[in-house]
């Protein structure tokens, strides 16, 4: 500062021979020399303005070189590095500045005025750009934040619809697999039960077969009443009941007897003798009933076939 005080001192001293100059002077220099005296006081204010300035800013500098903790706890530290290099920068370029126009008293102070002008503006408007491409990236930022804010919230939600869509699965997979324990539980129930019950009418069947076997009395031929023969000599043709048709195909007639077990085919309905006693054979009870087996008749259990008593060669 003493420097520029100095050099300002040497150009005001060097302005005031110009307006001391003899009369028989050049007019043009006149002209100069009056606007160079004119000018002088407003270009010490405004040098004496700027060295305010400066001494102001280098003020400011200090403090904030000596409070740096203020920027890093800010959340922008960065931005605030930033900032206070670009401050120095300028500062830099500013004193230089100084000391070119210190060097160069010669140039007009007009041109010094214009340019310090347009220097100002200049920077003013880097400022506005780096201030608008600030508030830009914060909108950014911001911006930027509240989406993530947004996909969090989504992605969150989303994992509590999918845990609670699993819970619910595994809770219905617990009910099925209950519903079908409980369903095979009822099911082997069932057909234990059914066992049970086709074992108890199997015996009950077997027992009732039993009797009826011990209670069928072979000795029906010895009775009068049941002469099939002496019959069939007078009525011949109620014995002749025609073609016999055997329900399967492959097998012809074998002669059985007593104990043997038939096929399901051969004692159907549609080969039951209907009416015994028109042959002279004794009736039945229970599930025994005579058949036609060819020319045979059969007196079988219809519940499995067994053969209890036989005649052959009652038909033709």
Do not use: C, K
């Not at 007019?27 to 002088?40: F, G, H, I, K």
């Not at 619910?168 to 519903?179: L, V």
């Not at 007078?234 to 038939?262: D, E, H, K, V």
């Amino acid at each position: 500062m003493r420097i520029r005080s100095i050099a300002l001192l040497l150009a005001a001293a060097a302005s005031i021979p110009a307006l001391a100059a003899p009369a028989n002077a050049n007019p043009m220099q006149e002209v100069l020399a009056r606007a160079s005296a004119e000018t002088e006081p407003t270009q010490l204010a405004l040098l004496q303005r700027d060295d305010r300035r400066g001494e102001r800013r280098e003020r400011r500098a200090n403090r904030g070189e000596r409070r740096p903790n203020r920027a890093e706890n800010s959340n922008n530290r960065g931005r605030a590095e930033i900032s206070v290099e670009r401050r120095q920068e300028r500062r830099s370029e500013n004193r230089a500045e100084r000391r070119r126009d210190a060097r160069q008293p010669e140039r007009p102070v007009q041109q010094r005025v214009q340019q310090r002008v347009e220097r100002r503006v200049e920077r003013g408007a880097e400022s506005r750009t780096e201030r608008r491409r600030d508030v830009r990236q914060d909108r950014r930022d911001v911006e930027r934040r509240v989406e993530r804010r947004v996909e969090n919230r989504t992605e969150r939600r989303r994992d509590i619809r999918q845990d609670r869509r699993q819970e619910q699965r595994q809770i219905e997979r617990r009910r099925d697999n209950i519903r079908d324990r409980r369903a095979d539980q009822r099911r082997a129930e069932q057909r234990r039960d059914l066992r049970q019950d086709r074992r108890a009418e199997r015996r009950w069947d077997r027992r009732e077969a039993r009797r009826d076997y011990r209670d069928w009395n072979r000795s029906w031929r010895n009775d009068r009443r049941y002469n099939w023969q002496h019959h069939r000599s007078y009525n011949r043709g109620i014995f002749q009941l025609g073609r016999y048709y055997s329900p399967y195909r492959n097998r012809s007639y074998s002669r059985l007897s007593i104990g043997l077990s038939l096929g399901s085919g051969y004692y159907g309905q549609r080969y039951w003798i209907s009416d015994p006693y028109r042959y002279r054979l004794p009736a039945t009870r229970g599930y025994l009933r005579w058949i036609r087996y060819y020319d045979d008749a059969l007196l079988v259990d219809i519940r499995d076939g067994y053969v209890v008593d036989v005649i052959y060669d009652i038909f033709w």
